[in-house]
């Protein structure tokens, strides 16, 4: 992180302190709560919904079950309203099984892609297991779980596409606040999401770990994030992120929270004003080995 991202980052936090009628307003308020969990290389969010639904959007590598249970406890959440599976990298749903077996799913959205992997196998048959329920997503399929949301799906599944291609994108909208999820999608995808509009979004969570493949300059301006979230390891074989994208975030302005970094990530909004709390600093994550 540079030195200027960390200067407004200080900054930032400063006029929170001095702002404490805008915090007890805020707090007055029913928030959403979005965690960015620290599954390493790989994606895992839970969302808390202002009127207590709960959405888990990836479950990280076959390692991170266990971590994503014990914050899930943490959290006191014994189920999970929506399970949204975006594609079935090892990445994305490897730590699945574990969560299905200790925690109550009540519907999954998934995007209809088949693998033939022996981790997507343990999926599949702890679905059947459980008995949920399952929904294939549909591309502007509005998602209805909690009237005070807008969750619209800005790309799934196609015939012919890969995995990266197929992946669930998501924009969800409450009140004045807009976050992008936006899964493994490659540039591809972004073109086809420019054409449809209503991209801008304060928080975005950068496709692919930021890899190459994904983040074009256009589509960044078109979304014009405030926050950009990257989740991926310090150790990853794959040079994520790549200075490219790095970059690119650099040009639309937007303020970089890794989870190799930050570890745990959780935005809190009222739907007008949000604020970011992490589970390590910029020091302790910085200097932290491996």
Not at 26 to 42: L, P, S
Not at 181 to 197: H, L, P, T
Not at 225 to 242: C, F, M, R, W
């Amino acid at each position: 992180m540079g030195k200027y991202t960390w200067f407004v980052f200080v900054l930032l936090f400063i006029i929170l302190m001095i702002q404490p009628v805008d915090s007890i307003h805020a707090e007055q308020q029913q928030n959403m709560e979005v965690h960015f969990i620290d599954v390493g290389q790989g994606d895992c969010i839970l969302i808390q919904t202002p009127e207590n639904k709960t959405i888990l959007i990836d479950g990280g590598t076959p390692n991170s079950g266990g971590e994503i249970v014990d914050f899930l406890e943490q959290q006191q959440i014994q189920t999970i309203n929506l399970l949204i599976v975006t594609h079935p990298d090892i990445d994305h749903i490897g730590g699945l099984t574990k969560v299905m077996k200790s925690t109550k799913i009540d519907q999954i959205l998934d995007s209809g892609k088949l693998y033939t992997t022996n981790t997507y196998r343990k999926y599949i048959n702890q679905i059947a297991k459980q008995n949920i329920p399952v929904e294939i997503a549909k591309k502007d399929q509005l998602i209805k779980l909690d009237p005070a949301l807008k969750i619209r799906v800005l790309n799934t599944y196609e015939p012919f596409r890969t995995n990266n291609e197929s992946s669930i994108a998501l924009k969800v909208t409450y009140k004045e606040m807009d976050f992008l999820f936006m899964g493994d999608i490659r540039k591809e995808q972004e073109k086809e999401i420019i054409k449809s509009g209503g991209l801008q979004s304060e928080i975005i969570k950068i496709a692919h770990h930021g890899s190459r493949t994904s983040s074009s300059l256009d589509f960044l301006k078109k979304a014009n994030p405030e926050i950009a979230i990257l989740t991926y390891s310090k150790q990853n074989d794959y040079g994520h992120p790549v200075e490219d994208v790095i970059e690119n975030l650099y040009k639309v302005n937007a303020l970089i929270f890794s989870t190799a970094v930050y570890g745990n990530i959780t935005v809190t909004t009222n739907g007008n004003e949000y604020y970011i709390w992490t589970e390590k600093s910029p020091m302790s994550g910085i200097l932290e080995k491996g």
